[in-house]
């Protein structure tokens, strides 16, 4: 059984910082793509970052230059530094995983989210 568990959440004002941290576990032969979604109170969820297990990485244009993606390919771990913290960007951050397991091919998996709440 494969989990992904993200942590680092919490509340937070307006300038601050975070980190967040998403661990895979179970039996896992080799995880591809992961990155970080979230959702704000009626809004649909949206891909924030992503990173390859190469390094390559993505954001979307509303977080360049504030949040950070990496992970630790031998702990199968994310991470999100997240900056320069603004109300916006409130909301439950989800860690999303392509793993194969027992599998020969890849599935996708999701954290159960962790809270992220900026006061002005």
């Known amino acids: 059984q494969v989990q992904l568990v993200e942590s680092g959440g919490g509340l937070v004002q307006a300038g601050g910082s975070l980190r967040l941290s998403c661990a895979a576990s179970?039996?896992?032969?080799?995880?591809?793509?992961m990155g970080w979604y979230r959702q704000a109170p009626g809004e649909q969820r949206e891909r924030v970052a992503q990173?390859?297990?190469?390094?390559?990485?993505i954001y979307t244009d509303s977080v360049k230059g504030r949040f950070t993606i990496s992970r630790d390919n031998a702990k199968n771990t994310a991470y999100l530094q997240i900056s320069s913290l603004k109300p916006e960007d409130t909301a439950v951050y989800y860690c999303?995983?392509?793993?194969?397991?027992?599998?020969?091919?890849?599935?996708?998996?999701w954290g159960q989210g962790t809270q992220v709440t900026v006061s002005s």
């Open positions: 999303n995983a392509h793993i194969k397991s027992s599998t020969p091919y890849y599935i996708n998996y």
């Open positions: 990173i390859t297990s190469d390094g390559s990485t």
């Open positions: 179970g039996s896992i032969s080799s995880i591809n793509v």
